[in-house]
């Protein structure tokens, strides 16, 4: 079974949709969350930590559902600019896991 | 600029040759990290280093791939022997972690794109 899993999509949605990412993962020992951004050929970004009581970052919000291992990321208003695959990543030990990633295009 | 540099960018190799890629992590990074990704995957842990120790190598690593960070700076992967399932982006990504914690931020390069032909 893999670290992390996560719908690859792909996402197409208006500008100014609301959208959802869900991203699960398997082992409960498991300590920190994140969402990484990744463009096209470009290099994972830090995009927020995910915190048990949720986070808010703008239009970004992340949440995390430790009894049921689930980890979500909602985009409000979206900008074409949020184009991009939206990595689930988390850590157990010292490793990161990472999903595959949710693409998402925002249309005009 | 101060962030993390990967050399070189693009790599092009028959099957069977030596490539060796090099990574300079942000200065006063105490971890270096190892990945590869490929094409609708996300990264996958190749091995980290703690300063220049390597504390931990994944599965995937076979024995034709090794790693070094000699001075607790600049680190080297090199994969002998390569083969063509061995194309892939392979990043490389530092942090700075205190003293306690197991982890902190990952700061990426921009790659190394392998072709093996």
């Known amino acids: 079974r893999k670290e992390v899993e996560q719908d690859p999509g792909p996402f197409n949605v208006p500008e100014g949709a609301t959208v959802a990412f869900n991203c699960t993962y398997s082992?409960?020992?498991?300590?920190?969350f994140f969402w990484y951004r990744q463009d096209c050929r470009k290099e994972p970004k830090l995009l927020m930590s995910?915190?048990?009581s949720g986070n808010e970052d703008g239009r970004f919000t992340a949440q995390l559902n430790r009894a049921s291992q689930y980890i979500s990321l909602l985009i409000r208003d979206s900008k074409l600019s949020d184009s991009a695959t939206y990595l689930c990543v988390v850590a157990t030990g010292n490793q990161f896991y990472f999903g595959t990633g949710t693409s998402l295009t925002v249309i005009p | 600029d101060t962030g993390v540099s990967q050399d070189p960018r693009h790599k092009i190799t028959k099957r069977g040759q030596n490539v060796t890629f090099r990574c300079d992590p942000i200065s006063e990074h105490n971890r270096l990290y190892w990945y590869r990704q490929t094409l609708g995957q996300g990264p996958e842990f190749l091995t980290y280093f703690q300063n220049e120790a390597q504390l931990e190598k994944s599965r995937l690593l076979s024995d034709r791939f090794s790693a070094e960070r000699p001075k607790g700076s600049f680190s080297t992967l090199e994969i002998q022997r390569t083969e063509q399932g061995d194309s892939a982006m392979y990043l490389c990504?530092?942090?700075?972690?205190?003293?306690?914690?197991?982890?902190?931020?990952?700061?990426f390069g921009p790659g190394t794109r392998l072709t093996v032909l």
């Open positions: 995910v915190y048990s």
């Open positions: 990504a530092s942090s700075l972690v205190g003293a306690g914690e197991s982890y902190n931020e990952q700061f």
């Open positions: 082992n409960s020992a498991s300590q920190s």
